[in-house]
């Protein structure tokens, strides 16, 4: 089952980027199929009629008085490649109506292939306002630049009745963290049957894999050459972390089936036992691995190393302490959980790294911009 990747990004130029999507620019991928649930002209007026309401609000000024409104939001997500076989026309017509049937707004779509034809993904621009006419409920008087003013000195008339605007409130729900987390990453997992990231404490994410190009810096490649690194060291952890699941009691309650046919992702042949020995070791060394790496924020990527030998030493102990006690043999090298969990009573991880020159920092911000292209 292939792992789920969705990422939302907010967007300040929403026809810009429906141009971009749709493959107007010429500059895009392979495009398979587009579809939009409304017309271009209505996600002009939504773009107009944002930018018009973030200007009344003095809030959303920054220093330098620039506007930056949202104007729509976009969801990248990956699906399977199976679904490649398939009409990409229905697809697209099929992802936008569930949608808008689902969580109330319109939206835009497009069906892509990268370049190298590996990356099957949906690109997804949905509005948070919804598209329903305000009537004023009262009559409403301004002057000649449209601010209110006393009946006597009004230039432009709104009578009650009249229609204000074609859109609602934005919906507070698509600004929550938790409408991502809770709703629509286990919805699509569940629609295109991906595994679902869970943070269990114990399972670590991958870091994305930038492009590289000609024009990329030397610093861009060497940033790129260790996130790549890092995300082989990651799978390594991942897959014994999931060995370990498989022979613990409780995951062999909870999935019995699983736990007849376990597969080795890490082949380290972990025997079974029906001690607890398993669930301890989840406890006292794993999790508190796990802590300890989020907490190395600059040095992450070297502890992660650090981190897989010293958790492999422990696991292969308590391999051997198995494998003595099924032979019933006595040894003088039985080590206990107390030795296990010394792996968290070490001090942080620092390696020696060369200080960086206010020279570097500079190149490095001339270059920073790679991050950005798609």
Not at 9 to 24: C, F, K, M, S, T
Not at 192 to 201: I, S
Not at 368 to 373: C, G, I, N, P, Y
């Amino acid at each position: 089952m292939a792992r789920q990747f969705l990422r939302q990004n907010n967007l300040h130029n929403v026809v810009g980027r429906i141009e971009y999507i749709r493959g107007d620019t010429g500059k895009q991928e392979y495009m398979m199929a587009f579809y939009s649930t409304m017309p271009d002209e209505d996600w002009k007026n939504l773009a107009q009629y944002n930018q018009e309401r973030f200007k009344k609000n003095k809030k959303g000024f920054n220093k330098n008085k620039k506007c930056s409104a949202i104007e729509a939001r976009e969801l990248i997500l990956h699906i399977p490649h199976e679904y490649a076989n398939r009409d990409p026309h229905e697809l697209a017509k099929l992802v936008g109506d569930d949608w808008k049937k689902r969580f109330d707004t319109d939206c835009c779509l497009a069906i892509h292939w990268n370049k190298t034809k590996t990356n099957f993904h949906i690109h997804l621009i949905y509005s948070e306002r919804v598209r329903e006419d305000k009537v004023a409920t009262r009559n409403m008087y301004y002057d000649s630049d449209w601010k209110k003013c006393k009946k006597a000195d009004a230039v432009n008339i709104i009578k009650k009745g009249d229609i204000v605007s074609k859109w609602d409130d934005k919906d507070v729900k698509f600004k929550k963290k938790s409408f991502m987390q809770n709703t629509v990453k286990p919805y699509y997992a569940t629609r295109f049957k991906l595994e679902l990231y869970k943070d269990d404490g114990l399972h670590l994410k991958e870091q994305k894999e930038y492009k590289i190009n000609p024009t990329s810096s030397i610093e861009y490649i060497e940033l790129h050459d260790k996130i790549v690194e890092y995300n082989k060291n990651v799978r390594t952890w991942n897959n014994m972390v999931d060995d370990v699941l498989e022979r613990s009691p409780e995951y062999c309650v909870l999935h019995p089936s699983d736990h007849n046919t376990v597969v080795n992702k890490s082949k380290m042949n972990l025997p079974p036992t029906k001690e607890n020995e398993y669930t301890l070791f989840i406890d006292t060394v794993i999790k508190p691995a796990v802590t300890a790496h989020k907490k190395q924020r600059k040095h992450h990527k070297e502890y992660l190393k650090y981190m897989i030998e010293r958790v492999k030493e422990a696991l292969n102990a308590l391999v051997e302490r198995f494998k003595l006690n099924a032979s019933k043999q006595s040894t003088t090298n039985n080590i206990s959980m107390k030795n296990y969990a010394q792996i968290t009573k070490q001090k942080p991880f620092k390696p020696q790294m060369k200080k960086k020159t206010n020279k570097d920092i500079s190149k490095f911000i001339k270059h920073q911009s790679d991050f950005e292209r798609d």
